[in-house]
C-alpha cells in the first residue's frame, strides 16, 4: 500500500509512505513510484499521525454512564457511593456478557483512531482483534481495593514484569499517603506505571517508570486533575480515558480537555498518546517511522488550521483512515471507491457518526444488536446502517 500527498500532524511536512507486511516500509517527502503496488491512495489535505494509544482503559465497562453526581475526595469514596446509589444500574450493565462488552469497549477506542488500548484488569480472552489490547503487565487495581496488594507487589516470579496500578486518585491525605505506601513497599524495586496520580508530587514521581494522566476522569470525579506539569520534569507522561464510568466515549473530547489545561506543550501531548507511550510499554509503534508497526491514522484537516493545531481539532467524524498493522480497520466513504476492489472478501459495517459515513472492520450491526437485547436503553454514539461482506 502506498500513501501519497499526507502531511505529517506534528512536523507539518509533506511524505509519501509505503507500508508492507504489516510495517511502515519507507517514508519520504519525495515521490514514490511504484507500479507494482496495486492499492495506492492518494490524499488532498489530509494530516497522518501515529494511531493513538490509550494508556489506560477498562474495556469491558464501557457500557456504564457516568456515575456521580457531585465531587469525591478520593476513589473508594467514589466507589463505595455508586455502589449504593447506582446498584440498579450497575446490576444492569453486569447482565451484558462479557464478550459484548469487551467488544464494544474495542470499538469504542477504534472509531477514534486508537491502534493500541492498554487495557486494565484481567487478562481477557480475545480473538481477531481490529486493534491491539496491550496486557502484557502485571495490573494491581490499587491499594485500597487489591486484597494483599503487597504480597502480590512482591511477588519474586514477576519481579521483570512492571506493575500497573491505580494511584493517588484523590485530593485527601489518604491519596498521597496511599503513593508513600506503594513506594515503600515496592522492596523488589519493580518498574512502577501509576494511574491518576492526582495527589502525586514531584519527589514521589521519581519512583515510577510512567504515569497514565486521565484527566477527564479526574476532573469528573475529584474536580482537579494530576499535576503533570510538574510530574512530567521526573517521569514519562503518557494519556489515557478509563471507562465511560468517568467519561466520554470519544478520547478526542479527552484530548481537547487536556489541551486546554496547557500542563503539557501541544508536543509532550501529542506525545504522551504515541512515542512516549510506546516507550514505556515497549511497543514497536507510536511513530511514523521505517520498520514501525504500520498503525496509523489519517484525518482531514480543517480549513485554515496547520500544525499540531489541525490534529488538535479532529474528531471521530473527520477521520479518513484508520490503518492496524498494515491492516485497514475504518475509513470514510470516500475512499470506497479505490479501497473495494482490495477489501474483496472481508466483512465491514456502514456506520454513521455524526454527519459522516465510515466503514468499520467487522459486523458492528450484530453487536449493537446483541447489546440492545440486553440493554435497550443503551444509546449507541454511532448508528450503524448495514454490514456486508465487500
Ligand atoms: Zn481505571
Redesign the pocket.
Known sequence: MILHQLILADTGQAVNISVNDGKIDKITSGAITDHTTALQLHFDDAIISPGLINS?D?LDFNLFPQLGNRVYKNYTEWGAYIHQQFKHEIAEVLQVPIQLRILWGIYKNLLCGVTTVVN?GKRLTIEDSPITVYEDTHDLHSAAFEKAWKLKLNNPLKKNVPVVI?TGEGTDEAASDEIDQLIYWNKLRRHLIG?HAVAMTAAQANSFKGLVWCPESNYFLLNKTAPVKELKQHTRIMFGT??TLTGNWNIWDHINMAHKTELLTDKELYQSLNINAAKVWGLNTGEIAEGKDADLVIGRRKEGVTSLDAFYAITPVDLLLVIHQGNIRLFDQELLPPLAPHLKGREFSLIKISNGYKYVDGNLDALTEQIKAVLPGFVFPVEVIDHQIL
Open positions: 489506560h477498562h486494565h491505580h494511574i478509563d471507562s
